[in-house]
């Protein structure tokens, strides 16, 4: 159970916040030997619950805030600031109410005894595995400052990346959403409207006009169903990518789609050497640095490859030869770190290979963007030709025989 108190510490200052116990008097008890003075205790109501899981969803933390947050605290550890003052300064200084909450409950679970590495693990949603691991191999080491640091590095890459990627696709997203939103109004209600007034004109008319005709009439009739049909559609689309095995067949998918395909394995390259870079430069075991990387890397597939490299490393088998098997592996990938391998460089080999992926998927990104602008150009341009040579050429037929 979680209780929620207020009290007052030795220097007179008042403190709020969380403690987890299995009765309201443990509860007391942990909080008066932090040398505590309890105001006030009460059991956290469903309500509460209910409240933290809206913040939790609508008020999330985002990666930008996590390198401010990692930044900020191997600031504070390099000045030899003790790691409950560094987290307290960092939470009076944080706009998100819901990330000063989880931080608050960390400062809580570290003044009760747990490490910064346990505290964070506690908030699975916001510290992922990779930060929790090379969290705690550098309280390990006694070199937690270099370790935050490496988190920080590590999490504004991926962010820098995923954001080029999403900013360039964003534009002809928009493009794409705007025409068929459009051209649905158009073919709805002023479509139909023009057509009456050909229909009325008895003359001749085209095959294509009969079509548009059939298909506006359908759509001016029963525009509520198709609408209906399309948010249905896209809500059973989006339900089943959310379940597993929806989730596992859009990851295959993704990496086989034609030119993006390229782009999501340029960034599954990229996640994949610069975590395990990261997490084999902060000490890590090869075997446990492949586990993690496997479950932060973001595809269900190359997760499995990951994870079975992992278990042929442990029966002595070498990470290249293992990676080497699959397909989805790029030959250039398996090459360097065998290289790596064979100097014990390993982790410098990863770090130019994800510096080499990332410049590939950007290149890429950018490629593919600019081939899109032209292809969508083209395809407005026919689909209004198509329009107005239907509408118009009817009405250009009765005025030359009124001539």
Request: no cysteine; charged share 20%; glycine share 6%.
């Amino acid at each position: 159970m979680k209780f929620l108190f207020k009290a007052r510490t030795q220097s007179g200052e008042i403190k709020e916040g969380a403690v987890d116990a299995s009765s309201k008097e443990k509860a007391i008890d942990v909080l008066q030997k932090n040398e505590l003075f309890l105001l006030s205790i009460e059991e956290e109501k469903q309500v509460g619950v209910w409240k933290k899981d809206f913040m939790k969803h609508f008020d999330r933390v985002t990666p930008k805030e996590l390198v401010i947050f990692y930044r900020q605290l191997a600031t504070l550890v390099s000045a030899r600031v003790p790691i409950i003052s560094s987290l307290t300064a960092i939470h009076e200084q944080t706009e998100n109410r819901y990330f000063r909450n989880i931080i608050q409950e960390m400062i809580n679970n570290i003044e009760d005894g747990s490490p910064l590495s346990t505290a964070m693990e506690r908030h699975k949603d916001i510290f992922s595995t990779l930060a929790v691991s090379i969290t705690r191999a550098g309280e390990t080491s006694g070199n937690l400052k270099n370790s935050v640091e490496h988190i920080a590095d590590n999490i504004e890459k991926n962010y820098t990346l995923t954001s080029r990627i999403k900013s360039a696709l964003t534009y002809p997203a928009i493009v794409i959403v705007v025409f068929l939103v459009v051209g649905f109004l158009v073919m709805t209600f002023i479509v139909p409207k023009l057509l009456q007034m050909i229909k009325e004109l008895n003359v001749e008319i085209p095959w294509y006009t009969k079509a548009l005709i059939l298909v506006s009439a359908f759509m001016a009739s029963y525009w509520w169903a198709i609408l209906i049909l399309i948010a249905g559609a896209a809500g059973a689309l989006i339900y089943y990518l959310k379940t597993e095995e929806g989730s596992n067949e859009w990851d295959r998918i993704k990496i086989k789609i034609p030119k993006f395909g390229n782009i999501y394995k340029g960034i599954y390259m990229t996640r994949f050497s610069e975590n395990l870079s990261v997490l084999l430069t902060s000490g890590i075991p090869i075997i446990k640095a492949l586990t993690v990387v496997g479950a932060v890397v973001g595809n269900k597939v190359y997760e499995k490859i990951i994870l079975a490299a992992a278990e042929e490393v442990r029966t002595g088998g070498n990470m290249s030869t293992a990676l080497k098997k699959y397909p989805q592996i790029p030959p250039i990938v398996t090459q360097m770190i065998r290289i790596g391998e064979e100097s014990g460089k390993t982790d410098e080999i990863l770090k130019e290979v994800a510096r080499f992926y990332e410049q590939e998927t950007d290149t890429t990104t950018k490629n593919i963007t600019a081939l899109i602008e032209p292809i969508l150009i083209v395809i407005m341009g026919v689909a209004v030709g198509l329009l107005a040579v239907s509408v118009i050429l009817p009405i250009y037929n009765v005025a030359s025989q009124i001539q």
